[in-house]
């Protein structure tokens, strides 16, 4: 068997080999960067969308405000007619 020949076919292998190996790690570091997308966060007790309109937080804080009255409600004395 010619040495060159065999040369040549083992630097073709090893090139194949390193040329995998970057696909996969390159793929792998992908999938690592890859974030879910997120439509909407709270933070510092306001809403903060992708849109940055704030209809979202304004019927949040008006739900909060009713759970809150309503919530306290019971606990007015009613007045009565006298």
Do not use: C, W
């Not at 209809?55 to 007045?79: C, H, L, T, Y």
Request: hydrophobic share 45%; aromatic share 10%.
């Amino acid at each position: 068997m010619d040495h060159g020949n065999f040369n040549s076919i083992v630097t073709a292998i090893i090139y194949v080999v390193v040329v995998v190996v970057v696909i996969v790690v390159s793929v792998f570091f992908n999938y690592l960067s890859i974030s879910p997308e997120v439509n909407s966060i709270i933070y510092l007790r306001t809403i903060m969308n992708a849109d940055n309109l704030i209809e979202e937080e304004i019927k949040e804080r008006i739900a909060a405000d009713n759970r809150s009255f309503f919530g306290k409600k019971k606990d007015i004395p009613k007045q009565t007619n006298n």
